[in-house]
């Protein structure tokens, strides 16, 4: 009888030479998880709206040394496409064209899709909500991850060695006022990741669920609002701290490594839920 055989060596080279788009990967988390697979030999396509940030990260990425073996070409090659999500009309065309420039026309197939790409809302009271933004907030957060998953099957290995990772929040499980829509639409993802997993076996898809983390989606906060509100959030979880990319990362790291972790949510928040 054939024995399971678990592998106890090569945990730096897991993502040795892998080949990741990571959608939202030109600043904060996504930018993080690029960086760190870098640092351990993948292939980075990272893609978002605006051409500066592309062009930012991928000189960045260039920068990070691989600590893995890096006498191969596939030793961290890094490219960057523009794509905006944000456009309902042009999505399934906008994400088609962006998976054929990351594969070479579906020849170098991915291993792992990242998705991390998100916009700023602010509170928005119940009495002012209207069915206009209630669709405008779903664009990124619901409409974007499923055509994901419809696209990806054609330009993905079809193993369980590769996944698919969103992104939702702690908003979904713990709201705050005035959080109807980002509430609704990120519980939603969560929902998908586990759709997506039964239609898109073997492939994983897996959900990462972050607490508050000082990323660029604060930097446009004047210091007077921004100071109080990193108060706020370091009183609310457990750990008295704020997330860090670096540290959020390690989830989207680990999702991609364990080829058994599949159709599930992973917090990293400091038991920010706790509290
Ligand atoms: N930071 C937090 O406290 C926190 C907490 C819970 C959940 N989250 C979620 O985590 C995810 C990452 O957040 P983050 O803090 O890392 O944000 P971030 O630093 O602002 O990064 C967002 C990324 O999304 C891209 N993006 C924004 N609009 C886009 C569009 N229309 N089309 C394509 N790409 C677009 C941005 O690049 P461009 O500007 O170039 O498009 C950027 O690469 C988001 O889904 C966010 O909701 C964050």
Redesign the pocket.
């Known amino acids: 009888m054939a024995t399971a055989q678990a592998q106890t060596t090569g945990y730096r080279e897991k993502l040795f030479g892998k080949h990741i788009l990571i959608?939202?990967?030109?600043?904060?988390?996504?930018l993080a998880v690029a960086e760190a697979a870098r640092e351990f030999g993948a292939t980075i396509v990272v893609s978002?709206?605006?051409p500066r940030?592309i062009d930012a990260a991928i000189r960045k990425l260039e920068e990070i040394q691989s600590g893995a073996d890096t006498t191969t070409d596939d030793n961290g090659r890094v490219q960057g496409f523009p794509?905006?999500?944000?456009d309902l009309d042009r999505l399934e065309g906008n994400l088609k064209l962006l998976f054929e420039k990351a594969t070479d026309g579906g020849r170098d197939k991915l291993d792992h899709v990242v998705y991390?790409?998100?916009?700023k809302v602010g509170s928005i009271p119940l009495a002012d909500t209207n069915t206009k933004m209630i669709t405008e907030h779903g664009i990124?957060r619901f409409y974007v991850p499923i055509m994901i998953g419809k696209l990806s099957q054609n330009y993905m290995h079809n193993s369980p060695q590769s996944s698919m990772t969103f992104?939702s929040?702690?908003n979904n499980v713990k709201p705050v006022p005035g959080r109807v829509l980002m509430a609704g639409w990120g519980a939603g993802v969560e929902g998908i990741t586990r759709a997506l997993a039964v239609d898109l076996r073997p492939i994983r898809v897996n959900c990462i669920c972050?607490?508050?983390?000082r990323?660029?989606?604060f930097d446009d906060f004047p210091d007077e609002v921004l100071q109080p509100l990193l108060k706020k959030y370091m009183a609310s979880t457990m750990t008295g701290t704020i997330g860090y990319?670096e540290d959020i990362a390690e989830t989207y790291l680990y999702c991609m490594r364990d080829s058994f972790v599949d159709g599930t949510v992973i917090h990293s928040s400091g038991g920010y839920l706790l509290a």
Do not use: F, H, R, Y
């Open positions: 959608l939202g990967g030109t600043s904060g988390i996504g978002s709206s605006n940030k794509c905006n999500l944000d991390t790409a998100g916009n990124l992104t929040g702690v972050p607490g508050p983390t990323t660029e989606l990319p």
